[in-house]
């Protein structure tokens, strides 16, 4: 059976319906199933073919279930992408320079700053390198990509470091001065290496989508 465009959208509709809420997703079913159905089907009841389909690739009444493994495999794929990344920069000896040269900067600024005045420096060193995230997440809301899932995952790990680094810095404050100067010297180079990750995974999931949507002139 060779399927035509209003065939193609019904089976999209199908999905929709069915609970695969990302576009991405039911793009790659999609595929599959049309394949199936040209291999498979013998008859011309697109109906019938298609709740056949669905039943040889096991997702007649599972579709609801494959859209969370759906999701849950692509955050696997860039969770491990988010680590690999880390470990990546920590093997560059220029990434290795530029960590310890900051480590040097904020020990003498500890060093010769009252407290407060150096973990206001160190807050705003925080807000200056999650800026790029604000700038870059509001203008992607303006293209209109639609629900996608790896864009999705891909603003998610670019902001994760943001996300997560209210409760390091809170529990500094509970540490003696002595623990709270290593402490803060040492969480700002590993926040910026893991923006810096998250920034990389957010590039590549638009240009997947970017790429998938010219593939397909959508």
Request: aromatic share 18%; glycine share 6%.
């Given at each position: 059976?060779?399927?035509?465009?209003?065939?193609?959208?019904?089976?999209?509709?199908?999905?929709?319906?069915?609970?695969?809420?990302?576009?991405?997703?039911?793009?790659?079913?999609?595929?599959h199933i049309a394949t199936d159905l040209e291999e498979n089907a013998i008859s011309n009841?697109?109906?019938?073919?298609?709740?056949?389909?669905?039943?040889?690739?096991g997702c007649y009444n599972n579709l609801y279930n494959l859209n969370t493994q759906g999701w849950q495999n692509v955050?696997?794929?860039?969770?491990?992408?988010?680590?690999?990344?880390?470990?990546?920069?920590?093997k560059s000896p220029t990434i290795i320079l530029l960590v310890i040269l900051g480590i040097i900067i904020n020990y003498f600024l500890f060093d010769y700053l009252p407290l407060k005045t150096f973990k206001l420096i160190n807050f705003s060193s925080y807000v200056i390198v999650s800026i790029?995230?604000?700038?870059?997440?509001?203008?992607?809301?303006?293209?209109?990509?639609?629900?996608?899932?790896?864009?999705?995952?891909?603003?998610?790990?670019?902001?994760?470091?943001?996300?997560?680094?209210?409760?390091?810095?809170?529990?500094?404050?509970?540490?003696?001065?002595?623990?709270?100067?290593?402490?803060?010297?040492?969480?700002?180079?590993?926040?910026?290496?893991?923006?810096?990750?998250?920034?990389q995974l957010f590039k590549e999931s638009i240009q997947k989508v970017e790429r998938i949507k010219k593939e397909l002139s959508l």
């Open positions: 059976m060779e399927l035509n465009k209003e065939q193609i959208e019904l089976i999209d509709k199908r999905l929709k319906s069915g609970g695969i809420k990302y576009w991405d997703l039911r793009l790659e079913m999609i595929d009841d697109f109906k019938k073919e298609l709740n056949n389909s669905l039943k040889r690739i955050n696997k794929y860039y969770r491990k992408k988010y680590v690999e990344n880390i470990k990546n920069y920590l790029p995230f604000f700038i870059l997440t509001i203008k992607l809301w303006f293209k209109k990509y639609g629900k996608s899932i790896h864009l999705d995952y891909g603003i998610f790990y670019f902001g994760f470091a943001l996300i997560m680094i209210n409760l390091p810095l809170q529990i500094s404050g509970y540490l003696d001065v002595f623990y709270q100067k290593i402490f803060l010297i040492l969480l700002l180079p590993l926040f910026t290496l893991a923006t810096f990750s998250g920034y």
